[in-house]
């Protein structure tokens, strides 16, 4: 038994050594933003829920239409000729209890992906993203799709939205 517990506390201890600082390094609610691809968006613009079955149904028919649906948006964004101006930040946050059964209250951030576009058009896509806890460890995740809206059309319906990703994720991406 007094093997059983060394062996118990010392592979404990191994694992909060190597998990901690990947923890406090790990993804803040930015870089969840900025990582997020357009497979994470399929799921944030659909109407209801969406099946593991027919997500993937969606994913091959983006992948025929040359849209990688696994790049992040910043990487995507940077290979857009005209594209400049990239910036993700928080512009507004508040404190919830996520679930009924959380202890402690989340970060809930309102974050702002700005682009311009070939100097005079400038792009704001809001994010709702739950940061990461630190007392019953959860990471960063993005809840949904708050607003799109660029300088010159205002705010974009659903229709344009799917368009603007869509165009977006494209391999010779275009706007």
């Known amino acids: ?60 028919i983006l992948e025929t239409l040359n849209i990688e649906a696994d790049e992040g948006i910043v990487d995507a964004l940077e290979d857009i000729d005209g594209v400049n101006n990239i910036s993700v930040k928080i512009i507004g946050s508040r404190n919830i209890k996520v679930d009924s059964r959380d202890l402690v209250d989340r970060s809930l951030d309102n974050i702002r992906l700005s682009f311009t576009y070939k100097e005079n058009k400038v792009y704001n896509l809001d994010f709702i993203v739950i940061d990461k806890s630190y007392f019953l460890p959860g990471f960063s995740e993005m809840l949904w799709l708050k607003s799109v809206n660029d300088s010159i059309l205002g705010d974009y319906n659903n229709t344009m939205k799917w368009q603007l990703f869509e165009n977006i994720f494209k391999e010779e991406g275009f706007l």
């Open 1 to 60: 038994m007094q093997k059983f517990f060394g062996f118990w506390l010392g592979l404990m201890m191994l694992i909060y050594t190597v998990f901690t600082p990947i923890y406090l390094f790990s993804n803040s609610s930015t870089d969840e933003v900025e990582e997020i691809t357009f497979e994470k968006l399929l799921v944030s613009l659909s109407y209801r829920g969406i099946s593991q079955s027919e997500l993937d149904k969606k994913v091959n």
